[in-house]
């Protein structure tokens, strides 16, 4: 089972960078004889709206992209998060972090070349007075300070210091919300996922999720208490869960799709969000062979199906180096 992350403009459409990661996660799915599961991750209150999503799985139709199964709501898994992030939290591995963004950006200083803020552990260790335990707080999970690896299957061998290069992250926001990391952990291990397809931007977050899930399956062996599984039944350790899937969890990471200025394409770029290009006619085949030249699957932009592409696909034929997109380069719309 595969799953790709990509999320849809603030229009709700997708743009070319969310496709062009779901073309190649389901192209890598499916030329393994694999499942692609859609999940909606909804658990931002002031972000996600169902007629996006709804706007999001019309687009992937669209483009002949059917994802298998029951369509996964993060915002209807919310019992299971907390049940979960309490395993940890009885086992000692977090505590409640009262900075403000604000905070962070005036005490620290970005520790990666990208400017990402490395979170020095500020809370940790703090004695709560009364107040204190009161006033509503982040959820952060401390990180060791060692080295975690793990190979790529796009980039080849990673290394990363969690306390150096991610610090300690959070499970839960200040306003309840759930955190992206502990929400697809979670997910990923209770849905089998064995295959997690996205973009390079989310290298880093990879080793904080290899050792969250790593700690959590520990947490919950046989020994350790029964956790509920994705069908809502009780009674099967998350352990147990990951032990049926084959080969474990595998990660590839993709390059980007970015405009003329190196920028990855977000909804600055409404020329090349779904909503736009359908507007202008343009076929759903155009876009996918136009994508497949950018992977590096086809040698022109040929108007193609997803299928067509099976069994050309590769991931030794995909750049490494993130790709410009620019809508004169797309073939002409229909």
Partial sequence: MITGRF???????????????????WLSAKSK???????IEDID???????????????????GLPWDGEVVWQSQRSD?????????????????????????????APHETDGRIVYAGTCRGKILDETMKNTPAAIRLMVPGEVISFCDG????????LAHQCGDYILRRKDGAWAYQLAVVVDDALMGVTEVVRGRDLLLSTPQQLHLRQTIESLSSPHRGQLPVDSGAIGES???????????????????????????LCKRDRSL???SLRQKHTSPKDIIGYLAFLAGILPSPTPSFPQDLLPLFAWQRVPKEDIIATFPNLPNSR
Wanted: charged share 20%; hydrophobic share 35%; with cysteine.
């Fill in 154 to 161: 796009h980039y080849g061998e990673q290394q990363v210091n």
């Fill in 273 to 275: 969000d779904l909503s």
């Fill in 7 to 25: 999320a849809p403009s603030p229009t709700g459409r997708m743009h070319l960078g969310n496709v062009f990661c779901a073309l190649l996660s």
């Fill in 33 to 39: 004889g694999g499942q692609w599961r859609l999940r």
């Fill in 80 to 108: 299971i998060y907390e049940h979960y992030l309490r395993l940890l939290q009885d086992a000692g591995l977090t505590y409640p972090c009262f900075c403000t963004r604000a905070d962070i950006m005036a005490t620290q």
């Fill in 238 to 264: 998350l352990a147990r869960r990951r032990a049926k899937v084959r080969g474990g969890l595998y990660f590839f990471h993709h390059p980007l799709l970015v405009n003329e200025s190196g920028q990855r």
């Fill in 45 to 63: 209150p002031q972000r996600s709206r169902r007629d996006f999503a709804m706007q999001l799985m019309d687009d992937l139709q669209w483009l």
